[in-house]
């Protein structure tokens, strides 16, 4: 499934949400959540995080992951939570919009 | 530790080095190598046998690992740049925030810095734009260099001092045409007023314009807006009557008519056809001027007597020949044409000088004027700057504990310069712009200033193209501003900026606040006695100003000039009989005498202080006939009876 653009962002800010990930995490769990349908690859994931970090939207660290490996965390910010929530519901909007246009009947 | 991030704000606070590129790229290229180890991993907890599953996860990125290694490297390193620049500006924004609020709690001092600096810079702005249009401004010709005025000499006689800045009669400018080598076109030019009508019904007008010869717009290298030049077969005399008008002219009284060429005007009652316009802005050399006709269109009388001169030369210098080569060439030249025209009133020859036309733009009087003006004004703002500097200096001294107290506490000695610098540059430059707002109004009281009548009397003016009215402020000016705040700014600020700095920082914080070092003292005694000093030239030249300006207000014209009006008569030429010359004046003077308010009226040809007469040589009938050239002279003033009941002795 393509991404509309600017969703990318808003997904990975809802995954950061719950806890602070690595980029791996994020690209796992995100998989997980969509049944393999979000076709993501990691690069993408890498270069979205660093374009919110100079945002301010998340802050990273390097941290150590479970099995002892240095990977790079990162976690949300006040303005990424902020953030967050009205591109959600923006989304939401334009997407109820777009269905409503969709499954209108002629008449 | 290595690996520890630390903001950059926080990196520059204790002094450590700011990310290079190379290190965010290293960064970027571990993160990557996580990932694809993170992912690895996975798959074999998954049971992707170890050599198969970083194949996989390699693959899984979607593109060549090197591909995408230098796509991360080329945003990082772009994301480093942003942050690096947007940081700078934070800082700086910080600094001018923290200046402007600190300036806010000091407002007198604030208030007394901006308009001394402001009053200053503007009025120095205004005299500036003076200079500039009156003196060093090119003139708006091609090549003004080559121009040169070319003048008619006389030698001193007993009666009268001789004159090196003559002018020209048509006879002997032919002459010179048809001899000379070293210019590329030369031309006559005088100035005239033309009373001008369309018909006998439109209202006619007075305007101002010059009698030129053809090589007048080739040797300025101007051409016609609209239209054609005088060519060859209109300079003669018996040419059709043809003239170029201003575009000023054709804009308000042609109402910018396309199909201005070819229509016919009403030049002092005689039809000319319009031939061309000039080109916007220019209004001749001697300004102002609206109707440009070939001299050649003057009566035969007019342009055959060689020793009636009326008219100024311009000439465009060949560039094969240096401005030296020139002049010599014209000194012969002008011997020559002595010798083809012999002036019996002089023993000694007349000559010819050539002078670059850039060194009568502006009488030597009104360049002088303007230069003191300047040196003056200067003056004024070199003390404004010193007292400003006094200020800033006395500020600085009042906060040296503060300043101490904050190096004390790890700020950099460069940032505080640097904060007190641009406290002094928001100062200089608040000044600066109050100082255009003075200026402006500086040089509109100037340009006003039209002294048109006296320029035209006197001749003080020079070309009349480079008239007060051409001051104006321009990006120069604007520059020349911008450029003295942004120094004052800086020298001014800097200086006690970085005395304040300077200091140990112990001694400082250990001292009671009133005592201060000797040494600084005395640098701000340095700035007191170079104040007073400046001050005191100051004073003394303008008292002197003031007084010879009283003296010249007091003095006294020898008559009461109060409700006295003067206007200047011209009858075109032909248009009243000199038969019936007498009797339409009387009629004139009895007309006005008859209006409503007015108590007495008389024509004269010498009003008083207008400046100059006619003179004629004299016979005493009793003495026999003395040679021309030592028989006395006299000024001639001509009136009628009635003239002398309007000049009424001053009280």
Same mark, same amino acid.
């Given at each position: 499934?393509?991404?509309?653009?600017?969703?990318?962002?808003?997904?990975?800010?809802?995954?950061?949400?719950?806890?602070?990930?690595?980029?791996?995490?994020?690209?796992?769990?995100?998989?997980?959540?969509?049944?393999?349908?979000?076709?993501?690859?990691?690069?993408?994931?890498?270069?979205?995080?660093?374009?919110?970090?100079?945002?301010?939207?998340?802050?990273?660290?390097?941290?150590?992951?479970?099995?002892?490996?240095?990977?790079?965390?990162?976690?949300?910010?006040?303005?990424?939570?902020?953030?967050?929530?009205?591109?959600?519901?923006?989304?939401?909007?334009?997407?109820?919009?777009?269905?409503?246009?969709?499954?209108?009947?002629?008449? | 530790?290595?690996?520890?991030?630390? /903001?950059?704000?926080?990196?520059?606070?204790?002094?450590?080095?700011?990310?290079?590129?190379?290190?965010?790229?290293?960064?970027?290229?571990?993160?990557?190598?996580?990932?694809?180890?993170?992912?690895?991993?996975?798959?074999?907890?998954?049971?992707?046998?170890?050599?198969?599953?970083?194949?996989?996860?390699?693959?899984?990125?979607?593109?060549?690992?090197?591909?995408? /290694?230098?796509?991360?490297?080329?945003?990082?390193?772009?994301?480093?740049?942003?942050?690096?620049?947007?940081?700078?500006?934070?800082?700086?924004?910080?600094?001018?925030?923290?200046?402007?609020?600190?300036?806010?709690?000091?407002?007198?001092?604030?208030?007394?810095?901006?308009?001394?600096?402001?009053?200053?810079?503007?009025?120095?702005?205004?005299? @500036? *734009?003076?200079?500039?249009?009156?003196? =060093?401004?090119?003139?708006?010709?091609?090549?003004?260099?080559?121009?040169?005025?070319?003048?008619?000499?006389?030698?001193?006689?007993?009666?009268?001092? +001789?004159?090196?800045?003559?002018?020209?009669?048509?006879?002997?400018?032919?002459?010179?045409?048809?001899?000379?080598?070293?210019?590329?076109?030369?031309?006559?030019?005088?100035?005239?007023?033309?009373?001008?009508?369309?018909?006998?019904?439109?209202?006619?007008?007075?305007?101002?314009?010059?009698?030129?010869?053809?090589?007048?717009?080739?040797?300025?290298?101007?051409?016609?807006?609209?239209?054609?030049?005088?060519?060859?077969?209109?300079?003669?005399? +018996?040419?059709?009557?043809?003239?170029?008008?201003?575009?000023?002219?054709?804009?308000?009284? @042609?109402?910018?008519?396309? +199909?201005?060429?070819?229509?016919?005007?009403?030049?002092?009652?005689?039809?000319?056809?319009?031939? +061309?316009?000039?080109?916007?802005?220019?209004?001749?050399?001697?300004?102002?001027?609206?109707?440009?006709?070939?001299?050649?269109?003057?009566?035969?009388?007019?342009?055959?007597?060689?020793?009636?001169?009326?008219?100024?030369?311009?000439?465009?210098?060949?560039?094969?020949?240096?401005? %030296?080569?020139?002049? $010599?060439?014209?000194?012969?030249?002008?011997?020559?044409?002595?010798? %083809?025209?012999?002036?019996?009133?002089?023993? $000694?020859?007349?000559?010819?000088?050539?002078?670059?036309?850039?060194?009568?733009?502006?009488?030597?009087?009104?360049?002088?004027?303007?230069?003191?003006?300047?040196?003056?004004?200067?003056?004024?703002?070199?003390?404004?700057?010193?007292?400003?500097?006094?200020?800033?200096?006395?500020?600085?001294?009042? /906060?040296?504990?503060?300043?101490?107290?904050?190096?004390?506490?790890?700020?950099?000695?460069?940032?505080?310069?640097?904060?007190?610098?641009?406290?002094?540059?928001?100062?200089?430059?608040?000044?600066?712009? =109050?100082?255009?707002?003075?200026?402006?109004?500086?040089?509109?009281?100037?340009?006003?200033?039209?002294?048109?009548?006296?320029?035209?009397?006197?001749?003080?003016?020079?070309?009349?193209?480079?008239?007060?009215?051409?001051?104006?402020?321009?990006?120069?000016?604007?520059?020349?501003?911008?450029?003295?705040?942004?120094?004052?700014?800086?020298?001014?600020?800097?200086?006690?900026?970085?005395?304040?700095? $300077?200091?140990?920082?112990?001694?400082?914080?250990?001292?009671?606040?009133?005592?201060?070092?000797?040494?600084?003292?005395?640098?701000?005694?340095?700035?007191?006695?170079?104040?007073?000093?400046?001050?005191?030239?100051?004073?003394?030249?303008?008292?002197?100003?003031?007084?010879?300006?009283? $003296?010249?207000?007091?003095?006294?014209?020898? @008559?009461?000039?109060?409700?006295?009006?003067?206007?200047?008569?011209?009858?075109?030429?032909?248009?009243?009989?000199?038969?019936?010359?007498?009797?339409?004046?009387?009629?004139?003077?009895?007309?006005?005498?008859?209006?409503?308010?007015?108590?007495?009226?008389?024509?004269?040809?010498?009003?008083?202080? *207008?400046?100059?007469?006619?003179?004629?040589?004299?016979?005493?009938?009793?003495?026999?006939?003395?040679?021309?050239?030592?028989?006395? *002279?006299?000024?001639?003033?001509?009136? %009628?009876?009635?003239?002398?009941?309007?000049?009424?002795? *001053?009280?």
């Amino acid at each position: 499934m393509a991404l509309i653009r600017g969703t990318l962002d808003v997904l990975v800010l809802k995954t950061l949400s719950w806890t602070p990930m690595h980029a791996f995490e994020i690209i796992a769990w995100l998989n997980e959540r969509s049944d393999g349908q979000l076709d993501l690859e990691g690069p993408a994931i890498i270069q979205a995080l660093h374009r919110m970090e100079e945002r301010k939207l998340v802050a990273g660290e390097w941290g150590t992951t479970k099995n002892g490996r240095r990977a790079r965390y990162y976690r949300m910010t006040a303005d990424g939570r902020a953030y967050l929530r009205a591109e959600s519901a923006k989304l939401a909007a334009d997407t109820g919009t777009l269905l409503t246009i969709l499954g209108a009947k002629r008449g | 530790m290595g690996d520890v991030r630390i /903001r950059p704000g926080i990196r520059r606070l204790f002094g450590l080095p700011l990310w290079s590129s190379a290190r965010a790229r290293a960064d970027a290229d571990a993160e990557l190598d996580a990932f694809i180890e993170a992912q690895a991993e996975h798959l074999m907890a998954r049971g992707v046998p170890a050599v198969e599953a970083r194949d996989q996860a390699l693959r899984a990125l979607g593109a060549p690992l090197h591909h995408i /290694r230098d796509e991360l490297h080329h945003s990082v390193t772009q994301r480093e740049d942003r942050m690096r620049r947007r940081e700078r500006i934070d800082d700086l924004l910080q600094d001018l925030r923290y200046a402007t609020r600190a300036l806010r709690r000091a407002p007198v001092f604030t208030a007394v810095v901006v308009l001394t600096l402001g009053v200053a810079i503007g009025a120095t702005t205004a005299i @500036f *734009s003076a200079v500039d249009a009156l003196i =060093l401004r090119p003139l708006p010709f091609r090549e003004p260099d080559r121009l040169m005025h070319v003048s008619l000499t006389t030698p001193d006689l007993p009666t009268r001092k +001789g004159n090196d800045d003559g002018v020209w009669s048509y006879p002997k400018f032919l002459v010179f045409r048809q001899t000379q080598t070293v210019f590329d076109d030369l031309a006559l030019y005088g100035e005239a007023q033309f009373n001008i009508s369309m018909g006998s019904s439109s209202e006619a007008e007075r305007v101002r314009g010059e009698w030129i010869t053809r090589g007048y717009l080739p040797t300025l290298g101007l051409s016609v807006g609209r239209g054609r030049n005088f060519s060859a077969a209109d300079d003669h005399p +018996g040419a059709p009557r043809e003239v170029i008008i201003s575009n000023a002219l054709w804009q308000r009284r @042609f109402n910018a008519d396309p +199909g201005i060429v070819g229509r016919v005007v009403d030049v002092n009652r005689e039809p000319f056809t319009i031939i +061309g316009v000039m080109p916007r802005d220019f209004g001749g050399l001697w300004g102002n001027g609206d109707l440009f006709l070939p001299i050649t269109a003057l009566s035969a009388s007019a342009l055959d007597q060689p020793q009636s001169h009326s008219y100024e030369m311009v000439a465009r210098r060949s560039s094969r020949v240096t401005e %030296t080569q020139a002049r $010599k060439a014209v000194a012969i030249l002008g011997a020559q044409i002595d010798r %083809t025209f012999p002036d019996k009133r002089f023993t $000694k020859p007349m000559g010819a000088a050539a002078r670059p036309l850039d060194d009568a733009r502006v009488a030597p009087q009104v360049r002088r004027s303007v230069v003191v003006l300047f040196a003056a004004v200067a003056f004024v703002l070199l003390i404004a700057c010193v007292n400003v500097a006094n200020l800033l200096v006395s500020r600085a001294e009042s /906060r040296r504990r503060e300043i101490a107290i904050r190096l004390a506490i790890g700020a950099g000695r460069g940032r505080l310069v640097r904060l007190l610098l641009i406290e002094s540059l928001v100062l200089a430059v608040s000044g600066g712009t =109050l100082g255009v707002v003075v200026a402006w109004l500086g040089v509109h009281a100037m340009a006003a200033a039209n002294p048109a009548a006296v320029e035209m009397r006197a001749g003080i003016i020079g070309l009349g193209i480079i008239g007060l009215s051409s001051i104006h402020l321009d990006g120069q000016a604007l520059a020349f501003t911008a450029g003295i705040s942004l120094s004052v700014g800086v020298v001014f600020g800097l200086v006690p900026a970085i005395g304040a700095t $300077k200091s140990s920082l112990t001694h400082e914080l250990k001292s009671s606040g009133g005592e201060k070092g000797a040494r600084r003292v005395s640098t701000r005694w340095l700035l007191v006695i170079a104040e007073v000093a400046l001050s005191v030239v100051l004073l003394a030249g303008s008292g002197l100003m003031i007084t010879s300006l009283t $003296k010249l207000i007091r003095i006294d014209p020898g @008559f009461d000039g109060t409700n006295v009006l003067t206007a200047r008569l011209a009858l075109p030429g032909g248009a009243i009989k000199r038969d019936s010359l007498p009797s339409f004046h009387a009629q004139l003077v009895e007309r006005i005498s008859s209006l409503p308010g007015v108590i007495a009226v008389g024509l004269g040809d010498t009003p008083p202080l *207008s400046g100059g007469n006619s003179y004629t040589k004299i016979n005493l009938t009793d003495r026999p006939a003395a040679d021309f050239s030592i028989m006395p *002279s006299v000024n001639v003033a001509w009136a %009628t009876p009635s003239w002398w009941r309007n000049w009424r002795p *001053s009280r």
